[in-house]
């Protein structure tokens, strides 16, 4: 039941992350996504989440997937409460 949860979870946020990401570039989100993050006070687990998604949405920005870094990032703010 919990996984079903966390998975419509996930599915909504990707969803509606570009509408959240507005006008913001992907590299934009993650400068935002990286100032967040140093001023928070993040445990071992919540850095290493947060730094798996940052890869992911460097590798999207690379291969040229926008919407999918934005996405990406977008779910990095949510979680460090920046959105």
């Known amino acids: 039941m919990l996984k079903k949860i966390l998975l419509s979870a996930s599915?909504?946020?990707?969803?509606?992350a570009p509408?959240?990401?507005g006008d913001m570039?992907?590299?934009?989100m993650l400068e935002k996504a990286d100032k967040a993050a140093?001023?928070?006070?993040?445990?071992?687990a919540a850095g290493k989440a947060l730094a798996e998604m940052k890869a992911k949405a460097e590798e999207?920005?690379?291969?040229g997937d926008e919407a999918g870094?934005?996405?990406?990032?977008?779910?990095?703010?949510k979680a460090l409460g920046a959105e």
Do not use: G, P
Not at 11 to 16: D, E, I, K, M
Not at 25 to 28: I, L, Y
Not at 60 to 63: I, M
């Open 38 to 44: 140093a001023e928070a006070r993040l445990d071992e």
């Open 19 to 21: 509408v959240m990401a």
């Open 69 to 77: 870094c934005k996405a990406t990032a977008a779910e990095m703010l």
């Open 11 to 16: 599915v909504v946020s990707l969803l509606a």
């Open 25 to 28: 570039t992907c590299a934009a």
């Open 60 to 63: 999207q920005a690379k291969a």
